[in-house]
């Protein structure tokens, strides 16, 4: 059974800093985009940023660029977001996901990621 476990999450002052974590099982996708996306109540679920399988590419969406980095060790299968300079609209459910297909391009869009975590809470108070 594939897994993605996000951890990491809660809350924090604005300015501050945290550190989500999203550890993958039942397969590797080390030769797989991965991503995180994240939906604060009464909205939709949006990207965030993404990363290639080799770590050679990322993308991140204006709203965060600057201020988040994308990571991830494939060696454990893992990836990460460190989230600095946190703001209070960055208040939100964070989801880890994965793309099926090895070698696909980074993509912003949700239909393109097959695996998906179950979210980790991140709050920011101003």
């Known amino acids: 059974q594939v897994q993605l476990v996000e951890s990491g999450g809660g809350l924090v002052q604005a300015g501050g800093s945290l550190r989500l974590s999203c550890a993958a099982s039942?397969?590797?996708?080390?030769?797989?985009?991965m991503g995180w996306f994240r939906q604060a109540p009464g909205k939709e679920r949006e990207f965030v940023a993404a990363?290639?399988?080799?770590?050679?590419?990322?993308y991140y969406a204006d709203s965060v660029k600057g201020r988040f980095t994308i990571s991830r060790d494939n060696a454990k299968n893992t990836e990460y977001l460190q989230m600095n300079s946190l703001k209070p609209e960055d208040t939100a459910v964070y989801y880890c996901?994965?793309?099926?297909?090895?070698?696909?391009?980074?993509?912003?869009?949700?239909?393109?990621?097959?695996?998906w975590g179950q979210g980790t809470q991140v709050s920011v108070s101003s």
């Open positions: 996901a994965a793309q099926d297909r090895p070698y696909l391009g980074i993509s912003a869009q949700l239909q393109r990621y097959n695996y």
């Open positions: 039942g397969r590797t996708f080390s030769r797989n985009t």
């Open positions: 990363i290639n399988w080799n770590s050679g590419s990322t």
